[in-house]
């Protein structure tokens, strides 16, 4: 979704890297990580914003998943060719090598990203996130399930964290917990 990546970049990420303090570290949360492409494009958008800030931040990407062998695709970084075509020619420079036929993350980005099997509804959260992706993860879920996830998300949150949901998604009757920043 690169019209919702280019508003995170352009709108959030600023936000949240600027003025922050050395001793701070951004920590972000990618909950249903799946193989683990969201994340690995997260970090290399902070990557992208630390780089012009202006005082150097640290971060780490937490991505979690209830599939075992997802979260082993994912913490190799290995994806197949076409995904060239989702990417600038310099990024794909920049955070990709060529490994037997496919593009592998590079070792500074994948040091940046945590992945570990998590089952969000029973499995204690992370807290002090300043970021959690949810994208595309609550519309499989059924209502209370949802309802009992978005608790979660925002106990996770720091007071000014920002929740990034899917274009599908809503947070549904807790508006009251949560402000909405984009919704196009």
């Known amino acids: 979704d690169p019209d919702a990546f280019a508003a995170l970049q352009d709108a959030v990420m600023p ?9 701070d570290p951004l920590r972000v949360w990618v ?11 997260l970090a290399i958008a902070l990557t992208e914003a630390v780089e012009t800030a202006d005082v150097p931040t640290t971060f ?10 997802a979260i082993e695709k994912a913490r190799a970084g290995m994806y197949p060719k076409p995904i060239a075509q989702d990417m600038s020619p ?11 036929g496919h593009y592998r993350v590079i070792k500074a ?3 940046r990203c945590v992945f570990a099997r998590h089952d969000v509804l029973v499995d204690p959260p992370f807290s002090r996130v300043d970021l959690v992706s949810c994208r595309n993860l609550l519309i499989y879920l059924e209502p209370p399930v949802q309802q009992q996830v978005l608790t979660v998300i925002h106990y996770a ?7 990034w949901l899917g274009g ?9 917990l949560f402000d909405a920043q984009d919704t196009a």
């Open 90 to 100: 310099e990024r794909l420079r920049r955070f990709f090598v060529d490994v037997d």
């Open 31 to 41: 909950l249903g990580c799946s193989t683990g492409e969201e994340a690995y494009s």
């Open 15 to 23: 936000r949240l890297v600027q003025g922050r303090l050395p001793s």
């Open 60 to 69: 780490q990407v937490f991505a979690t998943d209830l599939s075992a062998p």
């Open 109 to 111: 980005i994948r040091d």
């Open 168 to 176: 599908s998604e809503t947070i549904g009757p807790y508006r009251e």
């Open 157 to 163: 949150l720091k007071t000014r964290g920002v929740l």
